[in-house]
């Protein structure tokens, strides 16, 4: 089986829950590693390493109890990750159009001269600047209680503490030019606090789009208004994605 072939089986059929979504993340990374001459550096590899690590954190602490706001943040992951695997399969089998966002990802994935961190920096731009705010509105439309709306909101700060503890596991491995200097120094740590609020100031920002959006909902061109909102913000999470990309340190 080829490697497109292989990435578009992972992803044939749509998760339900999360151990479907880390069970699929895991045969797209084995799908992806195949690819010559990167293999596990290659550019969909190296950031569903990343996203795997963190839905698995996400389970962990569903598991736990950690959240709140009942099936919230389970159902925001698999809607989350929908949106991603659906991008992977307009790309092996061509039936739909791949966003723009992902697509300067998947075009430069085996580009020798991309490191690690500037995949998993551009999926999760990709991610987090496109896709969140969506992700948002399908959650909401079955769990669109206003009452809710708050507790939501801290499950899903609480993330924010799941991504910044794994990609602090995971840095030397994307071979982040701050990881040179050593755990314990002092660039290290201000490497580690840049990610930390990146994370955090870019996932408020989605869910600030998303509750702007939600406003709309009953508007009689919602559909229209969404699918523009959509294009805009592909659009520029596209432009970010590209700066990523050929911007090597």
């Given at each position: 089986?080829?490697?497109?072939?292989?990435?578009?089986?992972?992803?044939?059929?749509?998760?339900?829950?999360?151990?479907?979504?880390?069970?699929?993340?895991?045969?797209?990374?084995?799908?992806?590693?195949?690819?010559?001459?990167?293999?596990?550096?290659?550019?969909?590899?190296?950031?569903?390493?990343?996203?795997?690590?963190?839905?698995?954190?996400?389970?962990?602490?569903?598991?736990?109890?950690?959240f709140e706001a009942g099936t919230f943040i389970i159902d925001l992951d698999v809607a989350f990750a929908c949106r991603y695997l659906a991008a992977i399969r307009a790309l092996t089998d061509?039936?739909?159009?791949?966003?723009?966002?992902?697509?300067?990802?998947?075009?430069?994935?085996?580009?020798?001269?991309?490191?690690?961190?500037?995949?998993?920096?551009?999926?999760?731009?990709?991610h987090v600047n496109y896709d969140l705010a969506f992700a948002l509105l399908t959650t909401w439309d079955s769990h669109s209680s206003p009452a809710e709306r708050d507790a939501q909101h801290?499950?899903?700060?609480?993330?924010?503490?799941?991504?910044?503890?794994?990609?602090?596991?995971?840095?030397?491995?994307?071979?982040?030019?701050?990881?040179?200097?050593?755990?314990?120094?002092?660039?290290?740590?201000?490497?580690?606090?840049?990610?930390?609020?990146?994370?955090?100031?870019?996932?408020?920002?989605?869910?600030?789009?998303?509750?702007?959006?939600?406003?709309?909902?009953?508007?009689?061109?919602?559909?229209?208004?969404?699918?523009?909102?959509?294009?805009?913000?592909?659009?520029?999470?596209?432009?970010?994605?590209?700066?990523?990309?050929?911007?090597?340190?």
């Amino acid at each position: 089986m080829g490697v497109n072939d292989a990435l578009k089986a992972a992803v044939s059929e749509v998760p339900g829950d999360v151990p479907a979504v880390i069970r699929t993340l895991d045969a797209v990374k084995a799908a992806a590693v195949q690819v010559d001459p990167r293999g596990k550096e290659d550019g969909i590899a190296s950031f569903t390493l990343l996203y795997h690590e963190i839905t698995c954190g996400v389970l962990d602490a569903v598991t736990a109890g950690s959240f709140e706001a009942g099936t919230f943040i389970i159902d925001l992951d698999v809607a989350f990750a929908c949106r991603y695997l659906a991008a992977i399969r307009a790309l092996t089998d061509g039936v739909g159009r791949v966003p723009r966002c992902w697509e300067v990802l998947f075009d430069v994935r085996s580009d020798d001269s991309v490191p690690t961190l500037e995949y998993a920096a551009a999926g999760v731009n990709a991610h987090v600047n496109y896709d969140l705010a969506f992700a948002l509105l399908t959650t909401w439309d079955s769990h669109s209680s206003p009452a809710e709306r708050d507790a939501q909101h801290r499950d899903y700060c609480r993330i924010n503490d799941i991504f910044y503890a794994k990609m602090n596991t995971l840095r030397h491995e994307f071979h982040s030019p701050f990881s040179y200097f050593g755990d314990g120094s002092l660039a290290n740590r201000l490497g580690n606090v840049f990610g930390d609020l990146l994370v955090r100031d870019t996932r408020d920002l989605a869910w600030d789009a998303a509750m702007a959006m939600w406003a709309h909902r009953n508007d009689s061109d919602w559909e229209e208004y969404r699918a523009a909102e959509e294009e805009r913000r592909d659009h520029l999470a596209a432009l970010v994605g590209f700066g990523i990309l050929h911007a090597h340190f």
